[in-house]
């Protein structure tokens, strides 16, 4: 039967790092799974202005979609470094998840670094309860299942790590996640070296896609590994983990990682 998973991350680029290479492996298995960006990311660059970033950052999440197969890669349209969680975008993010009807909703969790990353997490855990309730947006119709919730993979160790309550290894798929990845070339090839990597006149221009990659895995490989080392060896190299939450459906550990494999 085809499972359907929806992926809320705050920036166009979130989900492909949170999902892109469970996405690639559901997808191929005849499964099917949407993306949003809950901002439009408009405050991911150095020097592009908003107007210029917007519609290039939507134009990177499509061909990132179309490398995926994705059912959508939606961009709401709040503004990147500003999200709030409001009533408004609880009520809209209650009705994407009511119209996709997911079997599995993942978000980042509540402790990470960047305001909307929380407040993403925040506001989709908002929702879990509401969505069963038809007095709240009375528009959009209750679906006759509830979801699952869970969270995608951070770094940050306090109140405390992330559990791998499930795992994808994706071992056999992580060059596609480069691709993905690669899609999004305003941050990868220019904000993200100059805020992160202290790069301020970086370029990636006549790189060969093997040259990339290596740059790629050398400064962002080390998430999917992280991963993987959180496996207890099932997943030798890569891996992509992920959390329950018990605010949506309730599964057991082992149907909760059997609704990650194809
Ligand atoms: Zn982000």
Redesign the pocket.
């Known amino acids: 039967m085809q499972k359907k998973f929806l992926i809320f ?3 166009p ?2 989900p492909d ?1 949170m999902f892109g290479g469970t996405a690639l492996k559901l997808i191929k298995a005849g499964h099917a799974v949407k993306f949003v960006s809950v ?1 439009n990311g408009c405050a991911g660059h150095h020097i592009l202005s908003e107007e210029e970033l917007i519609p290039r950052r939507y134009e990177e999440a499509q061909a990132s979609a179309k490398i995926l197969g994705l059912e959508e890669y939606q961009i709401m349209d709040n503004p990147d470094g500003r999200l709030e969680n409001t009533l408004k975008n609880r009520e809209d993010i209650t009705r994407i998840i009511r119209n996709f009807r997911p079997d599995v909703v993942i978000t ?1 969790r509540l402790c990470d670094y ?1 305001p ?2 929380r407040i993403t997490a925040q506001l989709v855990l908002d929702t879990s309860f509401l969505l069963r309730v038809p007095r709240f947006c009375p528009d959009t119709p209750v679906p006759d299942h509830n979801p699952v919730f869970a969270h995608s993979f951070d770094a940050f160790t306090d109140p405390r790590p992330i559990r791998a309550d499930a795992f994808v290894d994706i071992e056999e798929v992580v060059e596609v996640k480069y691709k993905l990845v690669d899609c999004h070339k305003s941050q990868f090839y220019e904000w993200l070296p100059w805020v992160d990597l202290n790069e301020k006149n970086f370029s990636a221009e006549g790189w060969s896609w093997q040259k990339k990659m290596e740059y790629l895995e050398k400064h962002w490989g080390w998430r999917f590994k992280a991963q993987a080392k959180m496996t207890n060896g099932k997943a030798k190299h890569y891996a992509e983990i992920f959390e329950y939450s018990p605010y949506g459906r309730n599964v057991s550990p082992e149907e909760f990682q059997a609704l990650f494999e194809p």
């Open positions: 991350g705050a920036h680029d979130d790092l901002t980042h960047h909307d990353h």
